[in-house]
């Protein structure tokens, strides 16, 4: 089965809107992926979310089923969701995926977000139909896609997925928020590397997070997140087809990210991965079709 995935989102903790950032953008976190019958899956609900949202009702194409998989409910990953238009129209129904944080759960999290303390329209006063579905398995199904999830080296419980079209055909997986690198204690078995690897082995597409340079990691080390050589690294050893580096740091302009995708390919060639590996940086509005 054939799939467009699209970025609405790229940014990490906080949006960076302006002409610096126009390029790759300045959203936070928000993937789509959109399968040929009509399918819909939502990575993440940054504020990238938002023009998604505006586009499907712009599309007048019946009512909108969504499926919205948060890798965890840090703000930059869910701040979108009060602005997403689907909400606000009956007849759309609208399902959220995520995993409790402690002893919270999803519902709780994204509640309190909307309470009237923070926001005008609590949760309960949305027209679309919600619900909140808890993922405490590590395989589920989402209409054509079988989901395969991964706990990640991040604060809180952060999820990985990776999607594969049920009656078979290129996979792809999503990798925000993770650090690749020593540094943080986070719960996670001590083969962690070997079975991520794993995990991704021979993926068509993976995203996954790069936001530092090497330089920049050694003052942010345990604050969850990897450097492009990391990036690089980890899609060599699983033999991934296509890497897509995300979660931008804030303070990267165009022109910065231009040095830091140049020194990604130059760190490519010299792995060897130069002729079998593709890298690129994620720019809101690219699509990728598998």
């Known amino acids: 089965m054939p799939y467009t995935v699209i970025f609405w989102g790229t940014r990490g903790s906080i949006p960076t809107p302006g002409a610096a950032t126009a390029r790759y953008g300045g959203n936070t976190p928000c993937v789509a992926v959109e399968g040929a019958g009509g399918q819909l899956v939502v990575l993440d609900a940054g504020t990238g979310i938002r023009a998604l949202g505006l586009e499907l009702v712009a599309r007048q194409n019946g009512a909108a089923r969504v499926e919205i998989l948060l890798s965890h409910a840090h703000w930059d990953h869910i701040q979108g969701l009060p ?16 995993s409790r944080q402690g002893t919270t759960s999803l ?16 949760l309960d006063a949305l027209s679309a139909q919600l619900t909140v579905q808890q993922v405490d398995t590590d395989e ?10 991964m706990r990640l080296r991040h604060p809180g419980t952060t999820l990985g997925f990776r999607l594969t079209p049920a009656t078979g055909g ?5 990798v925000t928020d993770n650090e690749l690198g020593a540094g943080g204690e986070y719960e996670v ?3 962690w590397r070997r079975e991520f690897v794993t995990f991704l082995k021979s993926v068509d597409l993976l995203i996954h997070d790069a936001m530092y340079t090497p330089a920049e990691l050694e003052q942010h080390r345990g604050w969850g997140h990897s450097t492009y ?10 033999g991934v087809k296509k890497l897509v ?26 792995r060897g991965s130069g ?16």
């Not at 050589?229 to 699983?238: I, N, P, R």
């Open 275 to 290: 002729g079998r590996l593709e890298v690129v940086a994620a720019q809101e509005g690219m699509k990728v079709t598998l």
């Open 245 to 270: 580096l995300f979660h931008h740091e804030p303070e990267h302009d165009d022109k910065e990210m231009d040095g830091l995708l140049a020194a990604a390919h130059k760190f490519a060639k010299a």
């Open 229 to 238: 050589e990391e990036a690089v690294t980890l899609a060599h050893d699983a």
């Open 140 to 149: 589920f199904s989402i209409g054509e896609f079988r989901v395969r999830t």
């Open 107 to 122: 519902e709780a999290i994204l509640r309190q977000q909307m309470d009237p303390a923070v926001f005008p329209v609590p």
């Open 170 to 174: 290129p996979s792809m997986a999503y």
């Open 189 to 191: 078995p001590k083969n």
């Open 83 to 98: 602005h997403f238009k689907p909400f606000f129209s009956a007849g759309n129904t609208v399902r959220i995926w995520g």
